[in-house]
């Protein structure tokens, strides 16, 4: 009984182990998703992010009333002696040393203050809500970052599959060409040394496929943990390459607006406009009120401290004022730090109207970029089917005779070299695709998108 519930056992483990291997299929957007909701610098933007609504909560608070309650216990061991006019005591032209109050006395008060008008309490409540703007801006920097290195990511990978698809099929090609040489060789209708030629050109594609597949691996371990997957979870890429990654044909565009770091920006602007207004509002009255009532007990014998009586009594008091703070003169502080602000906004505006116009030269180019390389994509496929075909014609014309191996050879150099530029363009092309929606803000449309 005990053997077969271990054989069970193991077999269920078995099982799970099966299950939790399953190859995870993903498509870009997944990818992307994952990426956004599970990454480091997204999971660490999005706790900044919610410390600054704590921070406007603090902020807050010096607009609401402030209640505090507080008891104190007092043993005069030596009470303090003042010194009265001996005319109190019928004793003219005489000063008196006498010792005054009591030796234990104890205090229970409860007090209430609340700031009626603070021109800074209100401007620094405003600065707290914008600058929770900001740090939410920040959350979707770090998204779209996330989402622009991941999905450059998956696209290498899926050219680099397509690298792999093609060095497999030139290996089998030549593979299938080396055993017709070695064939002529020893039938002494070839020559040895185009065999070697032969062998070479093959080692050179095994070498090929070996790096291709490192580089596959790396980049999918690097998915991996750019989407918070375990280094054990077996996944598959499911989009092509050739998939178009934004719905819209990207277009010349000026108004960049939707760009996350030129919304940052602009933010951060309005962010000193009102660090300034905070730093004026110290020449504005700050009116306050307050209020306080409490007990207090005096005894001298400690033993009956506690009992009531008319020679234990409790006396009262309460107090209520309303204070007002005008400032005069405060040596030029709040003007050197008013000026400062103002430096501070108008470096912020140099850097946005600066940034508005770098924005403006990269899109250009990646737009340039993009079409350029949309355009040698289709020749060089193009000229790939045309080295298939002058390959396939000179190797039917070296078995008829009529053609040398180092033609053939000189082919295939050809055919490689186009397979390899149509390779280095597709990427080129998804890159500058990339490149555009990151610039003009659609970047999010990757992790945004219901579909």
């Known amino acids: 009984m005990k053997r077969n519930f271990f054989i069970a056992a193991i077999i269920l483990q078995a099982t799970l182990g099966v299950v939790a291997q399953e190859t995870k299929k993903l498509t870009l957007k997944d990818c992307v998703k994952l990426a ?11 706790i900044e992010n919610e410390k600054s609504k704590y921070k406007k909560e603090e902020t807050r608070a010096a607009l609401l ?11 005069n061991l ?15 032209g005489t000063t008196i040393a006498v010792q005054m109050g009591s030796q234990f006395s104890t ?67 030549t593979e299938k060409l080396q055993q017709i040489t070695r064939l002529t060789v020893e039938t002494g209708l070839g020559k040895q040394v185009d065999l070697d030629r032969v062998n070479v050109n093959l080692e050179n594609l095994y070498t090929q496929k070996s790096n291709t597949d490192a580089a596959l691996e790396q980049q999918i371990n690097m998915i ?45 602007k309005e962010l000193n406009m009102l660090n300034k207004k905070l730093v004026n509002s110290g020449y504005l009255p700050t009116l306050s009120l307050s209020g306080q009532a409490a007990y207090q007990g005096l005894r001298n014998d400690f033993s009956t401290y506690f009992e009531s009586g008319s020679a234990n009594k409790w006396y009262p008091m309460a107090n209520f004022s309303v204070s007002l703070s005008v400032p ?21 505006s140099e850097t946005l109207e600066s940034t508005k116009e770098n924005y403006g030269v990269n899109y250009k180019n990646a737009l340039n970029t993009y079409i350029n390389n949309r355009a040698t994509v289709k020749r060089q496929r193009q000229n790939v089917e045309l080295s298939e075909k002058v390959y396939q014609e000179t190797s039917l ?14 082919d295939e150099m050809s055919l490689s070299s186009a397979q390899a530029n149509y390779l280095s363009a597709l990427y080129n092309l998804k890159e500058a695709e990339l490149k555009i929606m990151s610039i003009n803000g659609k970047i999010k449309d990757l992790y945004n998108s219901t579909n």
């Open 224 to 268: 991996k943990y750019l989407t918070g997957l375990s280094a054990t979870q077996e996944i598959a890429l499911t989009d092509s390459v050739t998939q178009p990654l934004s719905a819209v044909e990207p277009v010349l565009m000026n108004d960049f607006s939707e760009n996350v770091n030129i919304r940052m920006l602009q933010s951060q």
């Open 78 to 92: 030596a009470l303090p002696t003042t010194v009265l006019p001996g005319d109190f005591f019928g004793k003219p």
């Open 397 to 410: 014309k070296l078995n008829q005779g009529l053609a040398t191996m180092s033609t053939l050879l000189q």
């Open 107 to 173: 205090t229970a008060s409860l007090s209430l203050s609340q700031v009626i008008y603070s021109q800074t309490a209100l401007t620094a409540l405003q600065l707290s809500k914008k600058s929770e703007q900001l740090t939410s801006l920040s959350v979707e920097k770090a998204s779209e970052e996330v989402a622009f290195e991941v999905a450059r990511l998956y696209v290498l990978n899926q050219t680099t599959v397509e690298q792999q698809r093609i060095i497999s099929e030139n290996i089998k090609r």
């Open 65 to 75: 009333p402030k209640l505090n309650m507080s008891a104190q216990f007092t043993d």
């Open 328 to 348: 005069i003169f405060d040596g030029f502080e709040k003007r050197a730090k008013s000026r400062q602000a103002s430096m501070d906004i108008k470096k912020t």
């Open 36 to 46: 956004v909701e599970q990454n480091i610098n997204t999971r660490t933007a999005r």
